[in-house]
């Protein structure tokens, strides 16, 4: 049973992985990262494709090797950030949210420009 719902968290992450390539305020390591933990606990032919996958492979290795993140996601990540508080402001949102959406992106960029280069 828990490896049932396993395979299904770690489907649903990697399909939301995959929606992250095309929309920029949707990230799309972290949902790779979650499918990989998923998988090497339920599955292990599923793990090991998404883990050669030529696509998806690459960033969780870095990650699980090293703890990086490559250069190119990192400014995505940072333009996303960027775009989603540009999106509140457009739709009205008051400063409270934005300051709180703010410190949480600020925090979280922080971390990402402090892991090494892929």
Do not use: Y
Not at 21 to 50: D, G, K, Q, Y
């Amino acid at each position: 049973m828990i490896r049932a719902i396993l395979v299904i968290i770690g489907l649903l992450s990697l399909a939301l992985g995959v929606i992250g390539i095309f929309l920029p305020i949707m990230p799309t390591v972290p949902f790779l990262l979650l499918a990989a933990v998923c998988f090497a606990n339920a599955s292990e032919r599923l793990h090991s494709w998404l883990l050669s996958h030529p696509l998806f492979g690459p960033p969780i290795q870095d990650w699980n090797e090293r703890g990086a993140i490559g250069r190119n996601a990192k400014w995505l990540a940072t333009a996303s950030f960027a775009g989603s508080i540009g999106i509140a402001v457009l739709l009205g949102f008051g400063p409270v949210v934005l300051g709180v959406q703010a410190f949480g992106l600020i925090g979280v960029a922080i971390f990402i420009w402090s892991r090494p280069d892929a």
